[in-house]
């Protein structure tokens, strides 16, 4: 959900995204990248998977799904790294919701429209891809920490909305 993607922060399509986006900013990218990249190059796939051989998931055969908002300075990096992941063969379901910001389904218990039919997406997801016979081969492990991912989602929502019921509106 609304990855970063490539650090270097050279993409011409974060300055639209920068007057756009309420949450992060150009700025934010480049001093949390400084942060981030410890003794690295900001070029190293570690710290910029965009530039990293995706081609390991699909040998692999890892799926790799994302969300996006339009309204997101990190999205023109994570549009481009979707792009590379089909480009190198990797299957993955991506939902790019234009007009959204950072994270945007972290807000469902507000009841934002958007933000809970991105919350539904991510684990419609998740469930689907649990399900899939090519992941059988995940341990049980894994499958417990994709339960439970769905469980959280599912009890904060239904905790907010017990709560919610009891609140006066505006």
């Not at 050279?10 to 001093?31: C, F, M, V, W």
């Not at 530039?51 to 023109?76: E, M, N, Q, S, Y």
Request: aromatic share 8%; net charge negative; glycine share 6%.
């Amino acid at each position: 959900m609304s990855p970063a993607t490539d650090l270097r922060n050279l993409n011409s399509d974060i300055g639209p995204a920068d007057h756009q986006d309420p949450l992060l900013s150009r700025k934010t990218i480049e001093e949390v990248a400084l942060e981030w990249k410890g003794d690295w190059d900001l070029s190293d796939p570690r710290i910029s998977p965009t530039l990293a051989d995706l081609t390991v998931f699909r040998r692999a055969g890892i799926k790799v799904d994302g969300l996006t908002g339009g309204h997101d300075v990190l999205t023109p990096d994570a549009l481009l790294f979707r792009d590379k992941l089909a480009e190198s063969g990797v299957k993955g379901d991506w939902l790019q919701w234009e007009k959204q910001v950072h994270c945007f389904p972290l807000m469902f218990s507000y009841h934002v429209a958007e933000a809970v039919a991105g919350e539904d997406w991510i684990l419609e997801t998740v469930r689907a891809n649990a399900r899939h016979p090519s992941q059988r081969h995940f341990s049980s492990r894994v499958r417990q920490m994709i339960s439970q991912i769905d469980t959280l989602f599912i009890t904060c929502s239904r905790a907010w909305h017990r709560k919610s019921r009891h609140l006066s509106p505006l």
